[in-house]
């Protein structure tokens, strides 16, 4: 096990380091691709330092474990997260807003129409046409007061 750890060469380094970040397309999820790089950092580093196979190791190991956090920060600049925050949530993002009544509250039941979609609403009898402001969301179900 030690020989093959001595005979650990510059272009080891570099064609493990391309195998690994090859290997990232069958396993999507970013984690090889560090890896490769950091095998690549190695066999480059190794083109101009010469160092030991102890050292090659450590290199490679700080490289991979430093990834991570490089990482972290590279993927939280790119959420989106922030900018639909009601994304998956379309029913709170009418929490507040006013609507017109399409069929007037009868018995604490009735509907309003938002764009191409019938929605429930719940409250107080009033008539269609009335204008109404959802105070309350619960799932498809929205509860409206008199705006």
Sequence with gaps: ?????VTL???????FGFILMGLEVFAPGVFLFWLGLAALLVGLLSFV?????QAQLVMFAVFAAAAVPVWRRLARGRTDANASPFLNKRADALLGREFTLEKPIIDGSGTVRLGDT???VAGPDTPAGTRVKVVQVDGANLTVAAA
Excluded: C, K, V, Y
């Design 1 to 5: 096990m030690t020989e093959m750890f």
């Design 118 to 120: 019938i929605w429930r």
């Design 9 to 15: 060469g510059t272009w080891n380094w570099l064609i």
């Design 49 to 53: 330092f010469h160092p030991a196979w």
